[in-house]
């Protein structure tokens, strides 16, 4: 999907409306929207803010000041869910752009069956979190899971393990299984990216006698740079929010191995017996300013200011 | 030399297909086999098809509630958010003022908050209002979840509408909300629909706000009611199997009819 950044026909548009703008009718558009976001979204992230700075009970609040920001900085367990869930962010996005630039350039070689396989390779994203985890929960099963019966069958008895149940490879399987997830996804996406490349360049390249390799790295990757990047975005603001895979498999186990900031926030709120909405309202606030900041600092630095998409 | 380079790429796409829906294929195949044939060999072929299994779920299992409270909620906050969504999306596309852009940036902006910094809150509101635990309150925060990429898909497509159209419309005598109703919402009816497909998905397979917000068993979504199933019975392979083909199976048959358009909505957003 194409789209300008000034929508068209903005000049006649702009003529027009400023000689008599209908106010009401732009705020009897809006306001359903602007209803449902203020009650849901905003007032809510305020609400967060302020708890921030209390202790929230059941039935009584009193303020803390800063008490929860101090106690936050020296909490461990937070910390290394920060470390867990930026690691996930940060190689889950180049593990999944990379292999599906690899399936998409192998599709657009026009290899038979294109088309199956397009529909094929997309199956893992229409599943939930949940589904995949059940899957996978499986798949690693330590006695009949496929990994650790495939390495049995070839004699590799020895790297059979409890993929889930070792702190050393929990998060990495973790991490694995969702790029195996949206692989296809990327895949789609820069298939289509490709798609939309003109003819012309590349011809053109051919005709320089230019060969595959240098087709890919001066000319194909070039001109898909801004699609790849936005993919990362994508890719690493969604694992900046895993909760639901690591909630069904591990819980954040073995030995906080698999913790991200998601599934600390909802134990320190719901599971553990404290009872204090507080707390987690200030892992959330910090956690909001961390994620905004990359998020910012990622599209500073691929000068994607003006295309950050989804 | 091309030939077997070219059979040899196959190959590798064969593998990675595999590798890509074989889990899929496997789960098919567990949910029509018992957990006790499942014991003696994980990998053989549902024969005889237990198709019964099913029912028995469906039944048995509560899975009748859990999907008729995820159709429920998930059709009329898609419905909602695309009501709701195109109205706004088409005045911010379609009207110029003050504001306009401050608006369209405040909602699309909030695409990237991580979902903790408001539900923890929401809970309490919830609870306040006393829509906690309640299918109403689960579909309004949904409408709210999703309101932030909609708008943003609907409004850069209102936005290549051309004006004369609506300068034609409003010269024929139509209201303000009649342009919208009646022209600028059927152009945009390839967009919305992928907004509408888009939604579904996303909603029917959310989990982290109805864990939050929803505790009994009677408004349990299908994800809800999955997780409380594998707690009860971790061990019956066959029967989570079953549940989660229930769970998959809305979503297989819209990819079945609409899969080029599903791929548009999932993908809507990224290609530049």
Redesign the interface.
């Known amino acids: 999907m194409a789209r300008d950044a000034t929508p068209a026909g903005a000049e006649t548009n702009l003529r027009e409306d400023a000689l008599a703008k209908p106010w009401g009718t732009i705020v009897a558009f809006l306001l359903p929207a602007l209803t449902i976001y203020v009650a849901f979204t905003a007032y809510p992230a305020l609400r967060t803010l302020w708890n921030s700075f209390h202790k929230v009970l059941p039935r009584r609040e009193e303020a803390v000041g800063l008490a929860n920001y101090v106690e936050l900085a020296r909490d461990d367990i937070f910390w290394r869910a920060v470390r867990n869930t930026i690691t996930w962010a940060c190689t889950s996005p180049l593990l999944e752009v990379s292999v599906a630039l690899v399936l998409a350039l192998a599709l657009y070689a026009k290899v038979p069956g294109a088309r199956f396989f397009r529909v094929a390779w997309f199956t893992p994203v229409l599943m939930s979190y949940i589904v995949v985890g059940i899957l996978w929960l499986w798949i690693y099963n330590y006695d009949w899971g496929p990994v650790n019966v495939g390495l049995r069958a070839l004699g590799l008895d020895y790297f059979a393990k409890p993929w889930l149940g070792d702190p050393k490879t929990a998060l990495p399987s973790l991490i694995f299984v969702t790029s195996w997830m949206w692989v296809g996804f990327n895949m789609v996406v820069l298939l289509a990216a490709l798609h939309s490349l003109p003819k012309e360049v590349i011809e053109a390249a051919e005709l320089d006698n230019c060969g595959w390799g240098g087709k890919l790295v001066f000319v194909i990757l070039p001109l898909i740079r801004a699609t790849l990047l936005n993919l990362i975005v994508l890719s690493f603001i969604g694992k900046m929010k895993i909760f639901d895979l690591v909630w069904i498999t591990t819980k954040g186990n073995p030995l906080w191995a698999t913790e991200t900031v998601s599934t600390y926030v909802y134990k320190r709120a719901f599971e553990w017996t404290t009872f204090d909405l507080g707390y987690p309202s200030t892992i959330a606030a910090v956690w909001f300013v961390i994620v905004l900041a990359t998020v910012l600092t990622l599209t500073w630095v691929f000068r994607l200011r003006e295309k950050l998409e989804y | 030399m091309p030939a077997l380079k070219?059979a040899l790429?196959?190959l590798?796409?064969s593998f990675?297909?595999c590798?890509?829906?074989g889990?899929?294929v496997?789960?098919a195949m567990l949910s029509l086999r018992t957990t006790t044939e499942i014991h003696r060999n994980?990998?053989a072929l549902p024969s005889p098809a237990h198709w019964e299994k099913f029912p028995e779920a469906w039944f048995n299992s509560n899975y009748s509630v859990y999907f008729a409270n995820s159709s429920m909620i998930v059709i009329s906050a898609v419905l909602i958010l695309t009501?709701?969504?195109s109205?706004?999306a088409?005045?911010?596309?379609?009207?110029?003022?003050r504001l306009n852009r401050v608006?369209y940036f405040?909602?699309f902006s909030?695409?990237?908050?991580?979902?903790?910094?408001?539900?923890?809150?929401?809970?309490?509101?919830l609870v306040q209002y006393g829509l906690y635990n309640s299918k109403i309150g689960l579909t309004?925060?949904y409408?709210?979840?999703q309101?932030p990429?909609t708008?943003?898909i609907l409004e850069?497509f209102f936005?290549?509408i051309?004006?004369?159209l609506f300068?034609a419309a409003r010269i024929d005598g139509y209201s303000?909300?009649e342009i919208?109703w009646r022209v600028s919402f059927p152009i945009a009816l390839p967009a919305i629909s992928t907004t509408v497909i888009l939604n579904f998905?996303l909603l029917?397979?959310?989990?982290?706000y109805a864990?939050?917000l929803i505790t009994e068993e009677a408004n349990r979504t299908l994800?809800l009611g999955?997780?409380r199933f594998?707690g009860d019975s971790q061990e019956d392979?066959g029967m989570?199997a079953t549940g989660?083909m229930i769970?998959?199976i809305p979503?297989?048959v819209v990819?079945a009819f609409f899969?080029e358009k599903l791929?548009q909505g999932?993908?809507?957003?990224?290609?530049?």
């Open positions: 070219r790429l196959l590798l796409l990675y297909t590798f890509a829906a889990p899929f496997w789960a994980h990998f009501l709701v969504g109205m706004a088409h005045c911010l596309a379609r009207y110029r003022f608006i405040i909602l909030t695409i990237i908050f991580p979902p903790q910094i408001t539900i923890i809150s929401l809970f309490q509101i309004l925060v409408v709210a979840i309101l990429l708008i943003y850069s936005a290549r051309p004006s004369d300068d303000d909300w919208f998905i029917w397979n959310e989990f982290l864990v939050v994800p999955i997780q594998i392979v989570i989660l769970a998959i979503v297989v990819y899969s791929i999932m993908t809507a957003g990224a290609v530049k």
